[in-house]
């Protein structure tokens, strides 16, 4: 069982910054790539990217692609969800996962409770 924590989440203006985090329990975060996704309300869940567990190879939504960067700081069992120039449509819950990876929410075992982000125009 792997339990996540996101934080970092809150109001932003178009255009400005946010970075968020999520804190893994179990030393065993390295087994695992990490994924962000997102949801609106009255949407579905999106995929918004993935860093892998071996070589911190990351992968974006076109959506957020140029925009938005994940890392990860194993000593601290963390990764990072970066984002920058925030536009309006980027608001959502969003929540980061453990699993094999890809692009697919199915694709992850383990979910954290989701942070909110809301960008005003």
């Known amino acids: 069982q792997v339990q996540l924590v996101e934080s970092g989440g809150g109001l932003v203006q178009t255009g400005g910054s946010l970075r968020l985090s999520c804190a893994a329990s179990r030393r065993t975060f390295t087994s695992y790539a990490m994924g962000w996704f997102r949801q609106a309300p009255g949407k579905e869940r999106e995929f918004v990217g993935f860093?892998?567990?071996?070589?911190?190879?990351?992968y974006y939504a076109d959506s957020v692609k140029g925009r938005f960067t994940i890392s990860r700081e194993n000593a601290k069992r963390t990764v990072y969800l970066q984002m920058n120039s925030l536009k309006p449509e980027d608001t959502a819950v969003y929540y980061c996962?453990?699993?094999?990876?890809?692009?697919?929410?199915?694709?992850?075992?383990?979910w954290g409770q989701g942070t909110q982000v809301t960008v005003s125009s």
């Open positions: 860093i892998s567990r071996s070589d911190d190879t990351t």
């Open positions: 996962a453990a699993g094999p990876g890809g692009s697919r929410d199915y694709e992850y075992g383990y």
